[in-house]
């Protein structure tokens, strides 16, 4: 498989997971059993915070808008990057290594604090990229 097929994989894969990440954010406050008590509480209370006052609630939202942001801005970094792999190979493999590593984070984070699909999906994406470079040949 070519390196660009590799970090288009990847690409689809964090697209995936944006997908699911948009599914989350949409209902998470709309939390019922054990959980309603857990989000009533997270909107209930705020507090200042270098001179903002949010609540919880506010924190978790604003986190998760901003990954939108970070996954969007992967998928169209790692699809741009899969078009020059011919051209630009050594600039190509110096951007897939942080991204791939991050990835790998990513997933970890995503074993030890979310749930195990989320951490897949990452785990898979920063191991195609890291797998792409071995395919790409400097010029």
């Known amino acids: 498989m070519t390196a660009k097929r590799l970090i288009r994989i990847s690409a689809i894969l964090i697209l995936v997971h944006l997908l699911g990440h948009t599914g989350g954010h949409l209902s998470w406050d709309k939390a019922s059993g054990p959980l309603f008590g857990v989000v009533k509480e997270m909107k209930s209370h705020s507090a200042e915070f270098m001179g903002a006052t ?43 290594y942080p991204m791939g590593v991050t990835y790998l984070a990513f997933g970890v984070i995503e074993f030890l604090y979310f749930f195990p699909f989320a951490a897949i999906i990452s785990l898979l994406a920063g191991i195609l990229m890291l797998f792409s470079t071995l395919k790409l040949t400097d010029k």
Do not use: C, E, P
């Not at 986190?63 to 990057?81: P, Q």
């Open 54 to 96: 949010k609540s919880m609630a506010d924190y978790f939202n604003g986190y998760s808008l901003i990954m939108f942001g970070l996954f969007g801005m992967s998928i169209l970094v790692l699809w741009t990057l899969s078009n020059h792999t011919f051209r630009s190979a050594k600039l190509v493999k110096q951007i897939l």
